[in-house]
């Protein structure tokens, strides 16, 4: 590794608090995910430079039927808690109301992982602001008071589990499945 990079590093260190530097390192690596599914899906092989920096442009708008096959599918929160991966059930996570099985990463997700507080719920709010706390005000589904900075992370999160090789989206979180039915039917 060049000098100049571990001095880079080093200073980072000093000047970054240690959960600051997990929020960046786990960032980055999601831009690296989103990068070779970028590349993947859609052939574009410099993506990771502007997705670090936050200049890049946004994914090509999904057809109407793939819409209309997402918005039929529904989840409720109490069969979202029971996907956590005890008793041999999948690991659902939700972000932003859409839940995506997240069973092939075991390793994150999985109990004992870094990652396994945000099985079985809707934690939009700490994908939002890089929060890692267990507690409500973190691992919760609301995005009230977050900034436009904020709002694109969770973007950025969406976009990482809509395009990964790994992850699925399984359904849209709802409240309630009957007015949810009901809803579609109006619309």
């Not at 200073?11 to 070779?36: E, I, L, Q």
């Not at 039927?65 to 956590?84: C, H, K, P, R």
Request: charged share 25%.
């Amino acid at each position: 590794m060049h000098p100049a990079l571990w001095i880079g590093v080093a200073v980072a260190s000093v000047v970054c608090s240690r959960k600051h530097m997990d929020t960046v390192a786990m960032r980055f690596f999601r831009d690296v995910a989103r990068t070779k599914a970028r590349r993947r899906l859609y052939g574009d092989k410099h993506a990771l430079v502007p997705m670090v920096f936050g200049w890049e442009s946004p994914l090509p708008v999904k057809t109407a039927e793939d819409q209309e096959l997402e918005n039929s599918q529904t989840i409720t929160q109490e069969e979202l808690a029971s996907y956590n991966g005890k008793d041999g059930s999948p690991l659902y996570l939700s972000i932003d109301s859409r839940v995506y099985d997240v069973s092939a990463g075991t390793k994150f997700y999985g109990e004992g992982g870094p990652y396994n507080k945000f099985v079985g719920r809707d934690a939009t709010r700490a994908y939002a602001t890089g929060c890692r706390s267990t507690g409500p005000e973190c691992l919760s589904p609301s995005t009230e008071g977050l900034s436009d900075k904020q709002l694109r992370e969770v973007d950025r999160w969406v976009e990482l589990y809509d395009t990964h090789d790994k992850y699925t989206f399984v359904a849209n979180l709802v409240d309630d499945p009957v007015d949810a039915v009901l809803a579609r039917a109006e619309a």
